[in-house]
């Protein structure tokens, strides 16, 4: 064991004052051995149980409850009880409907009740920095405003049924490569700005109960002992006052672990951690305090699991509330539907026409990808196969299928030409591509963005017989469709759309949904153009983050890149006409007002983003922020009216030497927007700053000094007799 990095000496964090469920109590008729064996897990997935202390169950679980009742692991290799799998983060961020996010946190908590678990491990919310990063699929975007909105929905809708979330990886887990030691390099303001505020806007709003360490260092400091994170910033700072857990074998020190803020240690049994704990505060070398604070936190949030089990139950005439899966898989299919994001459509190929001929191409057709590997594998209660939902469309228009790869050396020319030959005598072509599960999943990183080459290959053959190709892409993250677009006429990405993706997209390709979703991250035209290129992955245990905080589409704008599809974007078969906008001051924030007009022939969904400038800005700024989103649903012809709130914190950057979030003053810029690149309507707002605070010391220049109200009176009183000398 290593040793701590700081005294016993630290001040450990308070326990919470107050005791409404006797846990408290009960915690404090423990020996200082039951204490530390509270402090971890009795098993793979539950905690220990003592008198006025119920075990507590925890799962796997950001979009299904991966609740194993046989063998247990971490990885998703071993089988697990069937629940719904819904969209994972990647694809839901893209429907940018924050109260679909709220439903399926709801249905989730469902599920999660009636399989006795406590505490359902996600919504994972770290920034998708680079797109190599093999777990992108679990997160939501490149922009910590839209992650932060999408995720507090999640908790929400989760904690009102009666079960705790875990907001995961704290902090800056940004790959998988080497992800057990390597140290995430970080300045203070990107750390603010990008890493944590998403954190810091689902811990103060949405009250999760368990924050989870990640397994990376954060500047030099493993996660799990890093006390400037998870008690002088998580708790001190931000108010959290749930239990602080780690991540499946992430604690190296458990002793170092506890001092820093940690509660809980999983998974179990951890027989001699436990004792190092009872011997270091033995010896003096850990507050016993430290030690009563994590046994506490952890049998407060047992018994509030138990509580908001009994609560549900109770409801529904104290028994176990049987869960409607045909209800939960319908609410999945509307999600994938929303999240799909059509991002071409040249002459209008989309959507078809009935009676059109078409061929269906790629083995995702009967097989379709719609979940990550790892630990968030979920085995579904069902699934809708996208070359059936076709079909069953389709009606009595013919329909042909062919896999076109897959089937090894000797057998992958007769699979190519039977895919040439269905789509020369078809009228449209449509091919299903993306990336296989073992070259996207948790523990690897992708070393580039290309789609697998034989898809590559196939997609050509295609072409040459074909002028008419509808590409469907099945991918968690970003893809390089440099290949893609000189032979598509058409292209949606469906990201992963979890068990209803199927009849999503079938609806989706024949008109039966209009496609509203929106791009949570940029496509850039070349992997190089990535911000973060030449800074991933880590190397020699440290990965820099050199780009600071020109992340996603910060970093294309900020350094004037040209992308292949920017943020925000997403087409539809309708058109949208933005009419007007305003911005009021209102109680700590403002309130756009956009009138929004459907100038097509569809209803359709469209997505408004609101983005924030400030063009004389005397900070290091991206030239455009995401700072508000809302949506408005229009019949042909209709005209509606869409408020979006706009709060004072998303205008506020980390001043490093302030030590605090300030609000620069200035004409600000704000534009109602179809994406991060199409601005369609903008107005300028005079905005008061923040007072910024002024350390003075003997390296400060006069008119720092002079900027400082104190200091100001006493230079006065040094330099009026010299002016008066002067004169």
Sequence with gaps: MRSGT?????????????????????????????????????????????????????????????????????????????????????????????????????????????????????????????????????????????????????????????????????????????????????????????????????????????????????????????????????????????????DWGAVVDRVASVRAGLDLQMPGPAGLDDADVVRAVERGELDRAHALRAATAVARLAVRARNGRQAVRADAGHRAAPVDHAAHHDLAREAAESSIVLLANDGGLLPLSPGTGVAVIGSFAREPRFQGGGSSHVTPTRVDVPLTEIRRIAGDARVTHATGVGGGDDDEDLLLAEAVAIASDAEVAVLMLGLTDDQESEGVDRQHIDLPEDQLRLLEAVAAVQDRIVVILSAGSVVDLSPVVPHATAIVSGALLGQGGGRALARVLYGHATPSGRLAETVPLRIEDVPSWGNFPAEDSHVRYGEGIFVGYRGYDHRRREVRFPFGHGLSYTTFDYRSLTVVAGYNGWTARVEVHNTGSYRGREVVQIYASLPASVRRRAPRELVGFGHIELDPGQSGQLEVVIERRDLAYWDEPAGCWLVEGGEYVFAAAASSRDLRIEVSVPIDGDPRPVRIDLDSTISEAMADPDA?????EVFRPLAANAG
């Design 6 to 246: 700081e005294s016993s000496a630290s001040a450990a964090p308070p326990v919470p004052v107050g005791d409404p469920t006797g846990a408290d109590q009960a915690v404090a008729d423990l020996d200082l051995g039951q204490q530390a064996a509270l402090g971890s897990g009795a098993s793979f997935w539950r905690t220990e149980e003592h008198p006025g202390v119920p075990a507590l169950v925890l799962t796997d679980g950001p979009h299904g409850v991966r609740f194993q009742s046989g063998a247990s692991d971490h990885l998703g290799l071993s089988a697990s009880d069937p629940a719904t799998c819904f969209p994972p983060a990647a694809g839901l961020a893209q429907s940018w409907d924050p109260a679909l996010a709220r439903r399926i946190g709801s249905a989730l908590a469902a599920e999660a009740v009636a399989a006795g678990v406590g505490v359902l491990l996600g919504p994972g919310i770290n920034i998708k920095r680079d797109p190599r990063a093999g777990r992108n699929f679990e997160y939501f975007s490149e922009d910590p405003h839209l992650t932060g909105v999408m995720a507090g929905q999640v908790v929400a809708g989760l904690q009102s049924g009666g079960v705790g979330a875990s907001l995961k990886h704290f902090a800056a887990n940004n790959s998988e490569h080497d992800r057990m030691r390597a140290s995430s390099d970080v300045d203070p303001r990107p750390l603010r700005e990008i890493y944590l505020r998403a954190f810091e806007r689902v811990v103060r709003d949405a009250r999760p109960w368990t924050v989870m360490t990640a397994y990376n260092k954060l500047n030099g400091v493993y996660a799990s002992e890093n006390r400037r994170l998870l008690t002088e910033l998580l708790r001190d700072e931000w108010g959290f006052d749930g239990a602080v857990i780690s």
């Design 712 to 716: 100001r009176l006493i230079l006065d």
